[in-house]
């Protein structure tokens, strides 16, 4: 099946600095890439959808202006947390969603954040 | 708006034994439904998928799931578990190039 990989799968960085996360596909071109945001013990929640070409759309309430999501190819989409708090510890999946008839979404490993 | 509701949090099941994770959606059409599975500290594998025609459908490690339109659900199953299958997994409904709706996961736990 098609490969979504995810980098890094974990960082750890202080307060107040930023840190990228890439998501890539490997063995397909998507140009639509979607993050989300998965809290300990709870679901995966969608932060924004990124489309390769254009500004990423953001669900409602998450800060635009700190995860900042750039899709400039059809491979690569990555996001930034920028002036990272403790709060946004968290573990962060990407996923990747095939152009063509296939629906399936095909998720990176995901990326855990600890921000200290 | 749709939505996903997964009401087992945690399940435990002896080892051997068969197991059903239940699984209720609310769309405003005719979903496409998945079931994920996620190791700790891992991402997410795709264990199957509906999207149309035969309303059960066979996935990997042995599982499936029945799509029922007359009562919302789309509950996984599996005749008889492994150690190996003790994990979280989570049910979502989305459309063609949407995004996904999950639930909120069931922590499946096995014993001996």
């Known amino acids: 099946g098609a490969v979504v990989s995810q980098h890094p799968s974990r960082v750890i960085c202080k307060s107040g600095t930023s840190v990228k996360i890439e998501c890539r596909s490997l063995d397909f071109q998507a140009t639509t890439m979607f993050w989300y945001r998965q809290f300990p013990k709870k679901s995966l929640m969608l932060m924004a959808t990124?489309?390769?070409?254009?500004?990423?759309?953001?669900e409602q309430g998450v800060e635009k202006d700190k995860f900042l999501i750039n899709h400039a190819s059809l491979t690569l989409s990555t996001l930034t947390v920028t002036s990272a708090h403790p709060e946004d510890s968290s573990f962060y999946i990407c996923?990747?969603?095939?152009?063509?008839?296939?629906?399936?979404?095909?998720f990176g490993q995901g990326t855990r954040l600890t921000v200290v | 708006a749709q939505s996903v509701t997964q009401p087992d949090i945690h399940i435990t099941v002896s080892e051997g034994a068969s197991l059903e994770l239940r699984c209720n959606y609310s769309y405003g059409a005719t979903p496409y439904l998945f079931w994920y599975v996620q190791s700790p500290g891992q991402g997410l594998q795709l264990l199957l998928k509906y999207f149309s025609g035969d309303t059960l459908v066979q996935g990997i490690k042995g599982f499936e799931a029945e799509f029922k339109r007359s009562q919302s659900s789309f509950n996984l199953r599996k005749p008889s578990v492994h150690w190996s299958d003790a994990a979280e997994y989570f049910c979502?409904?989305?459309?063609?190039?949407?995004?996904?709706?999950f639930g909120t996961g069931t922590r499946l736990t096995i014993i001996p």
């Open positions: 996923s990747a969603r095939d152009t063509g008839m296939n629906t399936e979404a095909f």
């Open positions: 990124s489309n390769e070409g254009s500004k990423a759309t953001y």
């Open positions: 979502a409904v989305g459309a063609w190039g949407e995004k996904l709706t």
